[in-house]
Structure formats: C-alpha cells, structure tokens
C-alpha cells in the first residue's frame, strides 16, 4: 500500500518571523512579540511549541516542553554545573525553559576544571593495558563476555564518568541553544528517559565519548567494542521534538580510534537513539554528520508493541554509514530528507534506512547524492520482516524505487505494505527535487534566531 502524498505550505523558515496572517494559519504556536517597524509577528524561540499536524509529537496533547514557564524556572547557562542545576530533579515535573548559552564541556566538573580519561578511572584500578592482557582472546578466549578483576574495574570507571556526563532531562522542559553563541553540548548525554513533553532545539552535540568501552568476544564472527552514551537518548520518553540541531564526531573521528585484537577500538554510540518504548517523537531540520551508528529506534525486536511512533523530515544525513534510522516495531514516517552517501572523513555507507522486526516504514519524497559506483541497492536494508512503502524518492534527481532495487539483490526481500497512513504530514512536499537546495540552509544548529 503505497502511502498518499499530501502537500502542506508549513516550511519552517531560516528566521522565525511570520505574518499575523501566518500565525493564524498555524504557524509555530508560542509567545508572540510585535515588531512596530518591520509590521511583523515574531514567534518566541524559547517559548515556540510544535505546531500542529506537525509529525507523530503533534499527536494527542502536542508537543509544548516548558513554554509555561515562570520566571524562576526560566535559566540561562553557559558551563556544565549551571546546566545540571537548571535541569533539576528528573522527576520535577514543573515546566523550564533552559537556554544554553555557547559551548557547554560534559567533561567538566563542578568547578570547570576538565577531566579527562584518566581522572575517571582513578581509584578504580582499571588500566586498558590490565585490561587488554585480562581478555586477549589468544588467552581469554571467545566464547564469554569479560568478567573478573579488570572487567569489574572498567565498569566502576565507566560509571564515573556516567555520572558526570549523562544529564537527565525532566517533563515539560524546553532546552534552546541561545542564537549566535555557538550553543550546544560537546562529550554529554542528554536522557530523556520515562517523561513526557520535551522540546530539544538548536544546539550542536559532539564528541560525546566513552572512555571505557566493552570488549565482546561474542559479537559477531571477530567481535566488537561496544561503547555506551547517545548524544541524546529517548528512553520510555513521550512527546519528544528535536529541530534544529547538529550532531557530530567531531573533532574525535572514528579514523583516530586505535585498533585492538583486530577491532576498531569504538567509543560512539548513537546520535539520536529513540528505545524503550519511546513514542511519539518528530525529528525535523537537523543535521547528523560523521558517524556510523547514528539513530535506532527500538533497541530490540520486542523493545514494545503499539508504541516507537517517530516523524522524521527534512534532515540532512551526511557521512554517517548506518542508521538512518534502523527502525524496529513502530510506525516511522520518513519524508523530505536529504541523504548525501559519498564517503566522508572515513565514514563510508553501508545503508540509509533499515527496515526490521515488523517495523511500519513510510518513505516518500527523500533524496539520495550517490557517487558513481554507489550500489542503490545498498540505500536500504532489512530482515525480511519490515516494510518500506511511500513514493516520490529520488537518487540523483531521478525517481527511484529504492526497496525494488534492494529486493532484487538479497533474498530477504523487505514488505512494500504497511498497516497505516501517515496524517499527521506538515510540511510534507510533493517533490523532493529542490530538497538539497533548501534543506543547506534551513537545518542544523545554528539557523534560528
């Protein structure tokens, strides 16, 4: 079942100002400021609410994080302990509004003093020299996860820095980069776990580390390093907006990594992971660059059932090599999304969209950059148990059927039906041809104002 195609005027715009005429039609609901010289309306960055129909967090009682915020809930913060007060109690349900203002250090603590590696691990007794020798599979074997002194250690530090990194993010809360001032979070996690009613926007995320990464000779034939930390993670969370923000490696690119027992040494996780039966979630206008695992929605083929609903459109995906998303159980609309595929600072595709455990894909009006040589069988995968339908995308500005192409190369062929229609499509364009265009100035952190 090929999903409709409908067509809304609702583009959000580089600069936040719209006609009363605008407004009434629908536009961003917020705080509304008159501008007497320009006879404009500007809508309240920090008080904007998702505007109707606008993907699977418009649904129900909408998407308006802390625009009910009073004075004494309303901060700005520029370090990591500001932020961590300003966030509060994660079950403080009171509406905030959080402007972070410049580049906030994870890495940090209270005082500012940066904290490296290292620190840590002090007092742990973890070594990653103990640690390689403990379970070199010349010795240890591959059969079992690592367990003893040296595991038992990993774990104590990985804690630590668990502790000082990981930033719990309460209901009804609105966290906004501050325009101009280079806003965002560099080596954090933001969890948005078991709440409902956040709204994340212009900020950059980068270079969130782990330090202590886990070796698991039983991943896969040769095993894996396995790191934890998202940049920002949905964890049983509901009504969830992200817009307007980039997430990035950088400066710490997986080509630095070092290789151990034959196994990139990987110390990213995910960008923007949506698990544990996380639900209606739109993800609009950001840009997710430099990374290979970069967004999983379910975190298991039984991760939930009736839930993991996500919206994402008008994204820019550039040198990420996989998971974009890896969609499990749920309904995923994925519209009016640009997917540039060439190789980027050691970051090579394996696929765009992957497709399992029974998950409900919608893809319409997307378009790939593929380089010459690039296989358009390799833009999506499966297990042979999710669907991919939709319309409208194209590869290079030529319509494509982009499942077809897969289905005709691997034996498990991905579902061409779904069990739904997507109507909640603001925004969604009939043609994706202009989307590369467009979408390079209009998404990522750093565009509002």
């Not at 203002?101 to 994870?106: H, L, P, Y």
């Not at 490296?116 to 079992?144: E, I, M, N, V, W």
């Not at 975190?299 to 996989?322: A, C, E, F, P, Y």
Request: a positive charge; one cysteine or more.
């Amino acid at each position: 079942m090929a999903a409709p195609t409908h067509r809304r005027s609702l583009r959000k715009r580089r600069v936040l100002v719209v006609s009363a005429a605008a407004v009434a039609a629908g536009v961003g609901a917020g705080v509304l400021v008159m501008n007497a010289n320009a006879g404009t309306t500007t809508v309240d960055l920090y008080h904007q609410t998702l505007a109707a129909k606008d993907g699977w967090a418009s649904s129900g009682t909408g998407t308006t994080g802390g625009a009910k915020a009073d004075a004494a809930h309303t901060f700005t913060v520029s370090t990591r302990a500001q932020l961590v007060k300003a966030l509060g109690s994660a079950s403080d349900t009171t509406p905030r509004i959080i402007k972070v203002k410049g580049t906030i250090d994870a890495n940090t603590d209270d005082s500012g003093k940066k904290l490296a590696c290292a620190d840590y691990a002090k007092g742990t007794g973890y070594s990653l020299a103990a640690y390689l020798k403990a379970f070199d599979p010349a010795t240890y074997g591959r059969s079992k996860l690592p367990s003893g002194t040296q595991e038992t250690a990993r774990a104590a530090a990985q804690q630590k820095q668990a502790e000082n990194i990981v930033l719990k993010v309460p209901a009804n809360t609105s966290i906004v980069g501050v325009p101009g001032t280079k806003a965002g979070i560099t080596g954090g996690m933001l969890q948005i776990q078991k709440v409902d009613n956040v709204i994340v926007r212009n900020l950059t995320f980068s270079a969130t580390q782990d330090c202590f990464p886990q070796w698991d000779p039983t991943d896969g034939d040769k095993g894996n390093w396995n790191s934890q930390y998202d940049s920002v993670t949905l964890r049983g969370a509901t009504h969830v907006w992200a817009d307007h923000n980039t997430f990035t490696d950088a400066p710490g690119l997986d080509t630095a990594d070092p290789t151990y027992y034959g196994r990139q040494y990987q110390i990213h996780d995910g960008e923007l992971d949506i698990t544990k039966g996380s639900d209606l979630v739109t993800v609009e206008r950001n840009r997710f660059t430099d990374h290979d695992k970069t967004m999983l929605i379910g975190s298991s083929d039984t991760d939930s059932t009736g839930k993991l609903r996500v919206s994402i459109h008008h994204n820019v995906w550039k040198g990420v090599v996989q998971r974009a998303p890896l969609a499990r159980l749920g309904q995923i609309h994925i519209y009016d999304n640009v997917y540039d595929t060439a190789p980027l600072n050691g970051y090579t595709l394996q696929y765009s969209i992957n497709s399992r455990a029974k998950a409900q894909v919608v893809a319409q009006a997307n378009y790939w950059k593929i380089p010459a040589g690039q296989k358009v069988a390799k833009l999506v995968s499966g297990d042979g148990t999710g669907s991919i339908a939709g319309s409208g995308n194209l590869v290079n500005g030529t319509a494509t059927d982009v499942v077809a192409a897969y289905n005709a190369a691997n034996s498990k062929k991905i579902k061409t039906t779904v069990n739904w229609t997507p109507t909640l499509t603001a925004g969604l364009e009939t043609s994706a041809k202009n989307l590369p265009t467009e979408l390079a100035s209009t998404t990522g952190a750093g565009i509002l104002s």
